[in-house]
């Protein structure tokens, strides 16, 4: 099926640090979501983006919708170790009435204390 | 943002038997629940959009007489998949569609086909 490029694939960091993570597609999108997935889990809404250049924070965690339409990133301000996980970004195209989402392959972060 | 179950968590089951794996709106009118699968280490893939009361839509590659969904009412869609094989092992995550076009997702349901 289609995907998002999501970027970077991996992340080492050390606690306190700050991430950045972008996601990018060939196509326009009029709908951004961000979800964390712990192991086991089903995926958690972190961040929804409606409208382009659209910025939303959620306590430490910042996302905005790309000017053009075609692009988000998601940074998290001063990492901890519950940050572990792996993160994904969910786009919907402008031309689905349907609600639905096309993923990004995901991006691992793992946090040493 | 809305609640959603999953049963069971996980099952295990033999080769040929099939499995019913049901996912629950606890507090939302659902009208549309969609349907994953995940492969270990690899992202999320869209089997089918459930519409209640409706067919579902299958997405290309998907095999419609072997993944039954059943969405009968605003709180309840099953997906049954027959004639489970080893393949067909895989994690199954259900979401439904918020008001304004964000998913919310199971816990998902582990399939091991012995």
């Known amino acids: 099926g289609q995907q998002l490029n999501q970027s970077p694939q991996s992340m080492f960091i050390q606690e306190g640090e700050d991430v950045s993570m972008n996601c990018t597609s060939s196509?326009?999108?009029?709908?951004w979501l961000w979800y964390k997935q712990d192991p086991g889990e089903g995926p958690v809404l972190l961040i929804a983006l409606y409208k382009a250049g659209e910025l939303t924070s959620n306590g430490r965690l910042t996302a905005q919708f790309g000017i053009t339409r075609k692009d988000s990133f998601l940074n998290i301000s001063a990492s901890i170790p519950s940050d572990v996980g792996i993160y994904f970004c969910a786009g919907r195209y402008v031309s689905s009435n349907t609600g639905k989402l096309i993923f990004g392959q995901g991006t691992t972060l793992q946090v040493k204390p | 943002g809305a609640v959603v179950s999953q049963h069971p968590s996980w099952v295990i089951c033999k080769s040929g038997t099939s499995v019913k794996i049901e996912c629950r709106s606890l507090d939302f009118q659902a009208t549309t629940m969609f349907w994953y699968r995940q492969f270990p280490k690899q992202s999320l893939m869209l089997m089918a959009t459930?519409?209640?009361?409706?067919?579902?839509?299958?997405e290309q590659g998907v095999e419609k007489d072997k993944f039954l969904i059943n969405h009968a009412s605003l709180t309840l869609s099953t997906l049954t998949v027959t004639s489970a094989h080893p393949e067909d092992s895989s994690f199954y995550i259900c979401s439904l569609a918020g008001g304004t076009y964000e998913q919310y997702f199971g816990p998902g349901t582990r399939l091991t086909v012995t």
């Open positions: 459930s519409n209640e009361g409706s067919k579902a839509t299958y």
């Open positions: 196509s326009i999108f009029n709908t």
